[in-house]
T-cell receptor, first 113, second 111 residues
Framework: DAGITQSPRHKVTETGTPVTLRCHQT?????MYWYRQDPGHGLRLIHY???????DKGEVSDGYSVSRSKTEDFLLTLESATSSQTSVYFC????????????FGSGTQLSVL | DAKTTQPNSMESNEEEPVHLPCNHS???????IHWYRQLPSQGPEYVIH???SNVNNRMASLAIAEDRKSSTLILHRATLRDAAVYYC????????????FGQGTRLTINP
């Protein structure tokens, strides 16, 4: 299994509070992605990174920011959490060396009350 | 970003073959066709990928149309553990890219 760790695995927070989710990889893969998954919507891309300090927006980036200061870590921040951001969040990694295969983390269940 | 279209759901019986279709009429010459599946309460996992030729691995086979505008994931002998949501996605050989998943196909396997 690819070395991807998402933390925390579960989090409950209140509306208006900041939340940071962490994705940590030990594979030295260049590309990293954050997705959210909601019933009836499949996987939706929030942000992605193509290198240290290089990030771009995905389909549903409003209300989210990301940072990648090291190859191994990709942080997703909800500056002021809202109930609509209650979701399961998945991190994924890929690289040319892996033939662009995506490897996913186990997910973070976030509940915003 | 190239899009894919899949049926929302399919149903099959245990130990029978399953053919999961995917349409990708706007595919470019540098797009690889990838398939992933997501078991309940888990993250998606890689199944198979290909460019032009049909591909086989221990999990499945991938049949790619000659014009590459469609592909079919083949599970040769479905088991109950194959019940999952299957996603077809196009991925460039290299470079930064928005990897957009569709809704996928929810596969139900009947005992």
């Amino acid at each position: 299994d690819a070395g991807i760790t998402q933390s925390p695995r579960h989090k409950v927070t209140e509306t208006g509070t900041p939340v940071t989710l962490r994705c940590h990889q030990t594979e030295n893969h260049r590309y990293m992605y954050w997705y959210r998954q909601d019933p009836g919507h499949g996987l939706r891309l929030i942000h992605y990174s193509y290198g240290v300090k290089d990030t771009d927006k995905g389909e549903v980036s409003d209300g989210y920011s990301v940072s990648r200061s090291k190859t191994e870590d990709f942080l997703l921040t909800l500056e002021s959490a809202t109930s609509s951001q209650t979701s399961v969040y998945f991190c994924a990694i890929s690289s040319r060396d892996s033939n662009e295969k995506l490897f996913f983390g186990s997910g973070t269940q976030l509940s915003v009350l | 970003d190239a899009k894919t279209t899949q049926p929302n759901s399919m149903e099959s019986n245990e130990e029978e073959p399953v053919h999961l279709p995917c349409n990708h009429s706007t595919i470019s010459g540098t797009d690889y066709i990838h398939w992933y599946r997501q078991l309940p309460s888990q993250g998606p996992e890689y199944v198979i990928h290909g460019l032009t030729s049909n591909v086989n691995n221990r999990m499945a086979s991938l049949a790619i149309a000659e014009d590459r505008k469609s592909s079919t994931l083949i599970l040769h002998r479905a088991t109950l553990r194959d019940a999952a949501v299957y996603y077809c996605i196009l991925i460039l050989r290299q470079g930064a890219q928005k990897l957009v998943f569709g809704q996928g196909t929810r596969l139900t396997i009947n005992p």
